[in-house]
């Protein structure tokens, strides 16, 4: 059989319009909202609900173990966990993991890959419908209690945080995961061209910060969405609420082994998982410190992994609130005295230093102090306490550092608050510096705890500032600027590009919400992959491209070499 006319046809097969088929999805999922934030008021049903909570909590020392592959493993190394406003009281018994543990619960992890990475999407996806309603309904004020009482929230954060923050990460990475498998749209005659989203080939390292329950439970659970299995190591001083939203998931249906609860001291988790030839990715929110670390573990060993780990690590931050003489003054009021000192300026994204014109300077001062003076601080079972302690002994340290530098340091002067007692729990109360020295370290330096530093500016140079304020610190979180006028913002907007991850027009630097400001920052605070956004879901899968022929070939020479 001559070869021209199937070249002809070949050529002809070019010259046409490739075919476009138009895929739909096979599954669609629940559209994802908010999960409302309640109340709590004096007198709501729900204000009941969580005293009743923490009232089953008294006296109860909870026994955290190990789980490895679905088997609970009661190692005997035990730590306790104390309520960081009562550190008399302990409130958990946790077990912590040896190496080997930790090596066998990577092998548990691997294992049970196999089947989970094969089970359908809607599957997987059905096991985190359901831990989302188990947090809503069933569990909600366990959840909430067992942060206020470990973590040291009030009940609003608790609820913002542990239930609201946890139930969004869940029911939006549904959607986002869905809407993540992109199909290829244009398909050449006779071919079919599909993309398969693969696992991670490995396990995933999960460690998270104290700080939010939702973000344990993200990490700790959000990557397995896509297939993957991952171990799971809660930070210390939220064991216990990590451990109530481990058996949510486990009740939820998640199958053995595909998030391992491996609560251990952190360099030997770190140092152990590192060593695995199978790490694929490590999913971290904490300090930056840790993260460095952790990050030059896995660049130091890079040639004896199989594949390259993902590194995802969201961390520290030194936010700003940049006040312009146009700004509304009781709304800075407000947004500073919140961003500073809601949950004891532990959120990563806590306002921490802040810049005042001269003009405002004299209101705004007078009004920050008089509330900071007003907000009370205690347990946060008494619910007229706006705030409670900082996290532990180490952070009560660093911070009472941080107040005796200040306290005697000629370019600071005290405002508000200022000093620290750790009798009963760790408080310290919100506390507001005022210096003269816009690149103080009190400017410079990420604190985690209730203290605000204020820098007061000649008005005519609000436009300078805006450099100073960009080149302070070496994080880029979050930050805020407060202003009426249109065409200040848009040269903030420019100056301070890199300065924040999530930045904040006439409101304060925190407080993102799932599925609506997509959180995380650059430079020193982290990857910026963005919690709660497809991006983050995007880094725990290698798709694969499958192109496959429906006819056969036919020829093996082109038409334009000569016969
Ligand atoms: N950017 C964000 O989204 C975000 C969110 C929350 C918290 N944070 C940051 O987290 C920090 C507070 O959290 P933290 O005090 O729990 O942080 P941390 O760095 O002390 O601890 C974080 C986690 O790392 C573990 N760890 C410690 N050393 C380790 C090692 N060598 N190898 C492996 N794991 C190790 C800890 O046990 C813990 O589980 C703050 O800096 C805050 O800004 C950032
Ligand atoms: N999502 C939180 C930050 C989490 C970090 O701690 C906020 O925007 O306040």
Redesign the pocket.
């Known amino acids: 059989m001559s070869v021209l006319p199937s070249r002809v046809a070949a050529l002809l097969r070019c010259l046409r319009p490739v075919h476009r088929f138009y895929s739909s999805p096979v599954v669609q999922v629940p559209p994802p909202v908010n999960e409302p934030t309640l109340s709590f008021a004096p007198g709501s049903e729900e204000r009941a609900c969580v005293e009743k909570a923490l009232g089953d909590l008294h006296g109860h020392v909870e026994e955290i173990p190990c789980v490895v592959g679905g088997r609970e493993i009661f190692t005997g190394n035990l730590q306790k966990q104390v309520s960081p406003y009562d550190h008399q009281r302990v409130i958990a018994h946790y077990h912590y993991a040896d190496k080997d543990l930790i090596n066998e619960a990577i092998g548990c992890a691997l294992e049970a890959k196999r089947q989970w990475e094969d089970t359908p999407y809607e599957h997987r996806a059905a096991v985190f419908l359901r831990m989302a309603d188990l947090i809503s309904t069933k569990y909600r004020y366990q959840v909430i209690a067992t942060t206020m009482l470990g973590q040291g929230k009030t009940v609003l954060q608790a609820e913002i945080d542990s239930t609201c923050e946890t139930i969004d990460f869940f029911r939006f990475a549904v959607k986002q995961g869905l809407d993540l498998q992109g199909q290829p749209s244009v398909h050449s005659p006779r071919i079919w061209n599909r993309l398969e989203y693969r696992a991670l080939e490995g396990f995933i390292a999960s460690?998270?910060?104290?700080?939010?329950t939702a973000?344990g439970a993200n990490l700790g659970a959000t990557p397995t969405l896509m297939g993957n299995a991952t171990l799971w190591?809660?930070?210390?001083?939220?064991m216990l609420s990590n451990w109530t939203m481990f058996k949510i998931l486990r009740e939820a249906g998640l199958p053995p082994g595909v998030v391992n609860f491996v609560p251990a001291?952190?360099?030997l988790?770190?140092?152990t998982?590192t060593d695995s030839p199978d790490l694929a990715g490590v999913s971290?929110?904490?300090?930056?410190?840790?993260?460095k670390?952790?990050w030059k573990?896995t660049g130091k060993k890079l040639d004896t992994y199989k594949t390259f780990p993902r590194i995802v690590g969201?961390?520290?931050?030194k936010n700003y609130h940049f006040v312009h003489p146009s700004a509304d003054v009781d709304n800075v009021v407000f947004c500073s005295v919140r961003g500073a000192f809601e949950y004891c300026g532990?959120?990563?994204?806590a306002t921490s230093r802040m810049y005042v014109p001269e003009s405002l300077w004299t209101e705004i001062r007078d009004k920050m102090v008089a509330i900071t003076k007003e907000i009370r601080v205690g347990s946060p079972e008494d619910f007229r306490n706006f705030i409670a302690a900082v996290?532990d002994a180490k952070?009560f340290q660093k911070i009472s550092g941080y107040l005796d530098y200040a306290n005697s340091s000629d370019e600071l002067t005290l405002l508000a608050g200022g000093s620290a007692d750790d009798s009963v729990g760790y408080f310290v109360q919100p506390t507001i510096y005022q210096t003269t020295n816009p690149r103080n370290k009190l400017m410079q330096e990420?604190i985690?705890g209730p203290v605000l530093t204020v820098y007061v500016y000649p008005d005519s140079e609000a436009e300078e500032m805006l450099e100073v304020v960009n080149s302070t610190s070496v994080y880029g979180?979050t930050g805020a600027v407060f202003s009426n006028d249109r065409y200040f913002i848009l040269k903030a907007m420019s100056v301070l590009r890199h300065s924040a991850g999530n930045f904040y027009i006439n409101d304060k630097s925190t407080g993102s919400v799932v599925g609506q400001q997509p959180?995380?920052?650059s430079r020193g605070?982290?990857t910026n992959d963005k919690?709660g956004a497809v991006s983050y879901l995007q880094k725990w899968v290698s798709p694969m491209s499958v192109k496959e022929a429906t006819a056969p070939c036919t020829e093996w020479s082109y038409p334009s070499v000569d016969q």
């Not at 969201?314 to 931050?317: I, L, N, S, W, Y």
């Not at 532990?346 to 994204?349: T, V």
């Open positions: 460690i998270s910060p104290f700080n939010f973000i190591k809660p930070s210390d001083t939220a001291p952190g360099p988790f770190g140092d998982v971290f929110t904490g300090s930056s410190t840790t993260f670390h952790l573990l969201e961390c520290g931050g532990q959120k990563c994204s996290i952070s990420e985690f979180l959180f995380g920052g605070s982290g919690a």
